[in-house]
C-alpha cells in the first residue's frame, strides 16, 4: 500500500454557477485524487490578467496515493468533464474550471508538463488569502516563506472579497448540515426506501413511520367513514409522541436525521378522509402539536403518478391496500401541493421520481442525491 501524501490544490471558476462548480468540483477530487482534508473560504476576486466576469476561488487539502504527474492527469480530466475548453492560445481565458496544484509536500518539481512549487503563486492573491486559511505556516521550498509572509509581502492589489458560504469536504459533510431532512410522498412513493439508503450511506438517525402498528388501519380500507377519525388520530398521537422523542435525542455518533414523513402529513391525510366537522376538531389538536416539533431544514417530495403509484403499491403486497382508489391518491396528491403551497420555497424540492428506479439502479439513486445537492447548494 502507498503512502499518502499533502497536495495543496487551489480551484477557481468564473462561468456558470461558480459556487456549485466548484463544490461539486471538489466531491470529483475526492473522488478521484484523493481524501479532501481541509477547504479554505470562498474569495470572489476579479479576473487576472484579462477583461471577464468576477472569478471564485479556493484552496483544499487533499490526502493523496497519486504522484505529482498522475494528480495532474486526474486534475486536468475533472477539468474537461466540468467543460474546461483549453486552447493553444497563450492569453488568459474564463473558464468553469481552474484546478492547479500549488504545493506537493515539499517537492521541487520543473518539467515540460508541471511546476510546483506553482510559479506565480506569490503573485497571486486569489491563491495566497484561501491558501492561508488552511495552511498558514507551509513554508515555501525555495522562497523559504510561509503563506503569512507571502500574502504580507504580495504586491496584487486587487480587491478579494470573501463569501458567506462555505464549501464542503465531501458529500457526507454537506448532508450532516441538513441537520433534519424529511422524504416524503404519496402511498407508495418509495419514502421510506430512499430515506433508508440514505441513512445507511451518510450514517444518518433514521426515523421511520411505525405505519404497521396502527391498529385502526386495515379497518380504515374496509370502512373509511367509520374508521377515519380514529385512525386519523391515533396516527397524530404515534406521530407526536415519535417526533417529540427521536429528534430531541440525536445520537452523538450520527451525523443528521432522516425520516420517512413529516408531521404534517397528518393534517393532508385528515382532510381527505375525515369530515368537515371532524375535521374542524382534528385541526385544533394537530395545530397545538405542531407547534412544538422540529421543522425539517430539507423537505423533500417524492411525486409519482398515481398509475405508478398503484402499481407500487400492488408490488408490494399489503393486503388492506389492494382495494385503494386512484381518486383517493390523487386527492393525496393534491393535498401535498396544496400544503407545499405554503411552505417556505429555501426549504422545499420536489423530485418527479415517476420514471426512476433508484431501487434497482444505482445511477437513478445518484441522480436523486445530485438533486437534493444542487437544491441545498442553490
Not at 506565480?120 to 515555501?140: G, N, S, V
Not at 371532524?278 to 407547534?291: A, D, P, S, T
Request: glycine share 4%; charged share 25%; hydrophobic share 35%.
Amino acid at each position: 500500500m502507498g503512502v499518502y501524501k499533502t497536495a495543496y490544490l487551489s480551484i477557481g471558476s468564473n462561468l456558470g454557477n461558480r459556487e456549485i462548480l466548484l463544490q461539486k468540483a471538489i466531491f470529483e477530487i475526492g473522488n478521484k485524487a484523493g481524501e479532501i482534508r481541509q477547504v479554505s473560504a470562498i474569495y470572489e476576486t476579479p479576473s487576472w490578467g484579462f477583461e471577464a466576469e468576477d472569478f471564485l476561488n479556493a484552496c483544499i487539502e487533499v490526502q493523496t496515493l497519486l504522484s505529482p504527474e498522475d494528480l495532474l492527469y486526474e486534475l486536468l480530466r475533472i477539468e474537461t468533464d466540468f467543460g474546461r475548453e483549453r486552447t493553444n492560445s497563450t492569453s488568459y481565458q474564463s473558464r468553469t474550471l481552474d484546478i492547479d496544484i500549488i504545493y506537493y509536500e515539499n517537492k521541487i518539481i520543473e518539467s515540460n508538463t508541471l511546476t510546483i512549487p506553482h510559479p506565480k503563486m506569490q503573485e497571486r492573491k486569489f491563491i495566497l488569502k484561501p491558501l492561508a486559511d488552511i495552511t498558514p505556516q507551509f513554508y515555501h521550498p525555495i522562497l523559504n516563506k510561509d503563506t503569512r509572509n507571502l500574502l504580507q509581502g504580495c504586491k496584487d492589489k486587487s480587491i478579494i472579497i470573501k463569501l458567506p458560504k462555505k464549501l464542503f469536504k465531501n458529500r457526507h459533510s454537506l448532508f450532516a448540515s441538513f441537520e433534519y431532512m424529511a422524504i416524503e410522498g404519496n402511498i407508495g412513493a418509495g419514502k421510506t426506501t430512499l430515506a433508508t439508503k440514505i441513512s445507511d450511506d451518510f450514517n444518518a438517525k433514521l426515523i421511520l413511520e411505525r405505519f404497521a402498528e396502527n391498529p385502526f388501519l386495515p379497518s380504515f380500507y374496509e370502512d373509511q367513514s367509520r374508521y377515519a377519525f380514529p385512525l386519523e388520530m391515533s396516527f397524530l398521537a404515534d406521530r407526536y409522541q415519535q417526533f417529540r422523542e427521536d429528534t430531541n435525542q440525536l445520537d452523538l455518533f450520527k451525523s443528521f436525521m432522516v425520516s420517512d414523513y413529516d408531521i404534517y402529513k397528518s393534517l393532508i391525510f385528515a382532510k381527505v378522509t375525515l369530515q368537515q366537522n371532524e375535521f374542524e376538531l382534528y385541526r385544533k389538536v394537530f395545530n397545538f402539536m405542531y407547534k412544538e416539533v422540529k421543522k425539517p431544514k430539507i423537505y423533500v417530495y417524492l411525486y409519482q403518478t398515481t398509475e405508478r403509484l398503484l402499481q407500487q403499491i400492488k408490488k408490494r403486497g399489503r393486503d388492506y391496500e389492494q382495494n385503494i382508489e386512484l381518486s383517493y391518491l390523487e386527492r393525496i396528491n393534491r393535498g401535498y401541493f396544496d400544503f407545499l403551497k405554503t411552505y417556505p420555497k429555501e426549504n422545499q424540492i420536489v423530485i418527479d421520481v415517476s420514471d426512476l428506479d433508484f431501487v434497482s439502479h444505482n445511477s437513478d439513486y445518484e441522480a436523486i442525491l445530485s438533486k437534493i445537492e444542487d437544491f441545498a447548494l442553490s
